[in-house]
């Protein structure tokens, strides 16, 4: 069997009954009741495309952390690629369940004994630990209503230092100037917290020895160099610096950043909002984001013995 590049593939949680055409499509009949075991037992991701599995992957309860103990790919399907859409599908699978991190564990016979997917992951997100690699996890959380969104930002504002920068991404009213507001309250900045867009950026001092707040709306910009044009170098050493609509522009402006996306819940008579808070660089490594968990609530993990993996909206890309 052979994956074309005008196939997509669809992931989903597997089932024990897929264990024979599982074992079928990878070519391992003799594998068919260990494959059953993992799906019976454990949590794996189903790659299809066009109907017919092209891929597994399984995923490990290990107290509470998430682990890759194996993945699977159909003879003749475009491997590496598979192999990223089945970690991606583990790691909004291990981060709806709350865990904290991923971890792709090595050995003998393993993909990541090949240097093509070692060398991929290192490069998206992943950090060596041993022989294994592990990526750090956003943390979900639900805000119900705005003054729950504003306390949370307040909660952020009392772990950020000068110098931090936060993008925060979300379709229109998602949240970002509210939670932008709360993060301005923390910290006692001077002035209302309003949204910059008509004007880019709004700057707020800081009082009594602590950060200000440089808040920009990038929009309505299309690269980099615009929002450099915005001299946010004169103040970010000296200021927590907020960027909505930044992610795929902002990120280059420090190695280390906290990216926000923010959701809605799906329902349109919710207002829940549900927030991924994704950890970036040297900054934030040994940081204990779970401080924030205690202003919003912990997104209830959805139900994974349905046959969905869960599949985080495009919307707020």
Known sequence: MET????????????????????????????????????????????????????????????????????????????????????????QLATDLGSHDLRVKSWSDHPMDRAALRADLLEHGYRADGADLVRTLPIRLEAATTEEMRSLGVALAQILHAGDLILTSGDLGAGKTTL?????????????????????????????????????????????????????????????????????IAEELEGSYLEIDIERSGDPADDTRILYIQPVGPRWQGVDLGVLRQAARPADAPDHQGPDTPARSEEAQ
């Open 4 to 91: 074309t590049e005008t196939e997509s593939r669809q992931l989903r949680v597997g089932d024990p009954s897929d264990a024979p055409a599982l074992a079928q499509a990878l070519g391992e009949q003799q594998l068919t009741d260990q494959v059953a075991r993992w799906l019976d037992e454990d949590l794996c991701v189903l790659a299809e495309a066009g109907g017919r599995p092209v891929g597994l992957l399984r995923l490990v309860d290990e107290g509470g952390r998430a682990a890759v103990h194996a993945i699977l790919v159909a003879p003749g399907a475009q491997r590496l690629d598979v192999e990223r859409d089945l970690l991606e599908g583990a790691a």
């Open 180 to 248: 932008t507001q709360g993060i301005g309250a923390g910290l006692g900045v001077q002035g209302p917290v309003i949204s910059p867009t008509f004007v880019l950026v709004r700057r707020h001092a800081g009082t009594e020895g602590r950060p200000g707040l440089v808040h920009v709306d990038a929009y309505r910009l299309g690269s980099l160099a615009e929002l450099v044009d915005l001299d946010l170098d004169e103040t970010m050493d000296e200021s927590v610096t907020v960027v909505e609509w930044g992610a795929g």
